[in-house]
Each structure stands twice: as structure tokens, then as C-alpha cells.
Nanobody, 125 residues
């Protein structure tokens, strides 16, 4: 049974930082691309960032480029998203996601194999 668990959300002021973390079990962690989506009420879930199985490829949405950094540690089966210079527009529920390749982050609606339960990020102005 595959389990994906995201954590690390919270409340922060604009300009601040947060780090999201994700773990996955029940699958070969180092065989999958992993990353994050986010969603606000009434809107479609959108891709934020993805990293390939070996960390050799990363992708970021234009809205977060230069502010967010994604990285993974396959030895510890962990994924992290460092979010800096946060803006009120980053407020959303963030979902950890697992699939075979980062191209899945561009599908609409998202076609993702495994989802985490979501962690709330709120950025106050």
C-alpha cells in the first residue's frame, strides 16, 4: 500500500520562508519523480515543482521560479520544498505528488499516480 505524507505548512508573513517535506512508502522511492501541487478554493490544482527520480531534472512553475527550491534525498526517502520570499498569492493547500516523470506535472487536469493528504500554507500581507 502506497502512502504519501506531506508536512510543514503553516502561517507566515509575506517575505518569510517555509519548508515543506514529504515522505513516501510502499513504493521504490528512487524510481519516481516527486513534487508539489497547490490548490485554492474554486480553482484547479496546479503544478508547483517537480524533481526527477535521481534529482537530475527539476521543473518550477513560472510563479515560483527563483523563490522555491526542490530537492530530494533518496537514501532517506525524503522530498523537500524550500519556499522563500513568500507572497500572499502563495496561500494554498499544498499536495505532495508522486508519478513516473515530471511531464505529468503539466497535465490538466493533473494526472498523478499518488497524492499526499495536503498541508495548508497561509501567507499574510
Amino acid at each position: 500500500q502506497v502512502q504519501v505524507v506531506g508536512s510543514g505548512g503553516g502561517l507566515v508573513q509575506a517575505g518569510g520562508s517555509l519548508r515543506l517535506s514529504c515522505t513516501a512508502s510502499g513504493l521504490s522511492f528512487d524510481a519516481y519523480a516527486m513534487g508539489w501541487f497547490r490548490q485554492t478554493p474554486g480553482k484547479e490544482r496546479e503544478g508547483v515543482s517537480c524533481i526527477s527520480w535521481n534529482g537530475g531534472e527539476t521543473w518550477y512553475a513560472d510563479s515560483v521560479k527563483g523563490r522555491f527550491t526542490i530537492f530530494r534525498d533518496n537514501a532517506r526517502s525524503t522530498l523537500d520544498l524550500q519556499m522563500d520570499s513568500l507572497e500572499p498569492e502563495d496561500t494554498a493547500m499544498y499536495y505532495c505528488a508522486v508519478d513516473t516523470q515530471c511531464s505529468q506535472w503539466l497535465t490538466s487536469p493533473p494526472q498523478i499516480a499518488y497524492w499526499g493528504q495536503g498541508t495548508q500554507v497561509t501567507v499574510s500581507s
